[in-house]
């Protein structure tokens, strides 16, 4: 086996072993339900190609005895992974950044349009020579190769162009730094395409995708130190921290609010449309309370399940009752806003701290007890 052929295999294999170690990761609090979904697809579709790239490595160099018509084959169906992983990467991408086009009827039979095309092409030409041809010596590129290559970078740059769109309205650091992975993840397999254009056969499209996953999986891990990753809001251990932090600085003269929000018949939801429902509406009151965020200078949290925590400067949130309808107008408004096919209502319930000797714990537990009754009341009330 030749030097080439030695180190394309060890690449593949060191890919491979990256790619499974992700995939065994990948746990349910990297991201909501249906992003883990598509994020383990990225990676399982990303392994049967480095399978099939190196079995077609091995025909190539003659250590597996099969006829060059067999590698022909395996040759289509490690190309017609590529445009599969950017489809589903751009479908990762578009659940990630909650486009609301995902519900629409003609989303996927439109958007999937370039895959299905590419896919046929690619394992047609075995018979056909249009993306390419092979001979008992190598494999070469035919004239619609750089078509296909271009219909996969569709996806790519309209990720990108999402993602910047999407950059340029937040004033989050983190979620710029979300952002910029997803645009990255097009730079790596551009170049790795560009490469494999002018010199056919490079193991550079490999590496460049498990670059890409890796970066991204990395930038979400450090994100959820503190983020929650359903939502984007700060999460509990986060949470945890700040409120210490508030209660130490207080003073009688500068109190704080913490406010506790918890979602109206949540389980019925759940029960209901199903969970992947569940947690549009939790996203859309993470979002309603993101809105409200721009109007008064207020630190948001999801505390855990439905509930969400708010801290707010004593003079930005009162009248209080006037702050606690606003709150939950606020997300009236964006359940209507989203044609919800159900009410979305939350209960709100809050504590007033103007001490330092008060413990975290018993400010939640005052703010939970006015929740609770709160909670009796909308129900009562159904």
């Known amino acids: 086996m030749s030097l080439a052929a030695t180190n394309y295999l060890i ?106 095309f590419s896919v046929i092409l690619i394992l047609s030409s075995p018979r056909t020579s249009l993306i390419f041809y092979s001979n008992p010596a190598a494999d070469y590129h035919g004239p619609l190769y750089g078509l296909v290559m271009g219909l996969d970078f569709i996806y790519l740059i309209l990720v990108t162009i999402s993602a910047i769109s999407e950059s340029i309205h937040t004033k989050s650091r983190s979620a710029k730094k979300g952002y910029f992975t997803m645009i990255t993840f097009v730079l790596f397999p551009f170049v790795a395409g560009v490469l494999d254009s002018i010199i056919p056969n490079t193991p550079a499209m490999a590496p460049s995708i498990l670059s890409a996953l890796l970066l991204f999986f990395v930038n979400v891990q450090e994100m959820q130190i503190n983020t929650d990753a359903l939502t984007g809001l700060n999460n509990r251990r986060r949470s945890d921290q700040i409120l210490e932090e508030y209660i130490e600085k207080v003073t009688p003269s500068d109190g704080f609010y913490l406010f506790m929000i918890d979602v109206n018949c949540f389980k019925l939801i759940n029960d209901r449309y199903g969970h992947m429902e569940g947690d549009r509406a939790l996203q859309t009151i993470a979002a309603s309370l993101m809105d409200a965020a721009a109007k008064y200078p207020l630190f948001l949290s999801r505390w855990g399940g439905d509930e969400f925590l708010i801290l707010c400067p004593r003079q930005a949130a009162e009248p209080v009752d006037a702050f606690r309808k606003f709150l939950q107008k606020e997300v009236a408004d964006s359940a209507r806003n989203k044609d919800l096919p159900y009410d979305l209502s939350i209960s709100v319930g809050y504590a007033l701290c103007t001490s330092s000797q008060v413990t975290p714990a018993d400010l939640t537990r005052e703010a939970d007890q006015f929740l609770y009754k709160e909670k009796r009341l909308a129900h009562q009330t159904r």
Not at 54 to 72: C, F, K
Not at 88 to 116: G, H, I, Y
């Open 11 to 116: 690449i593949n294999l060191s890919c491979l072993l990256c790619a499974a170690i992700l995939y065994f990761h990948t746990g349910n609090d990297l991201a909501g339900s249906l992003e883990i979904h598509l994020f383990k697809l990225l990676l399982i579709i990303f392994g049967l190609y480095l399978i099939n790239d190196s079995l077609w490595e091995l025909a190539a160099s003659s250590l597996l005895p099969i006829p060059y018509q067999v590698r022909s084959v395996l040759n289509a169906i490690g190309i017609s992974c590529q445009p599969v992983i950017c489809y589903v990467w751009f479908l990762f991408a578009e659940v990630r950044l909650k486009r609301r086009n995902l519900r629409s009827r003609w989303f996927f039979p439109v958007t999937s349009a370039p895959m299905f």
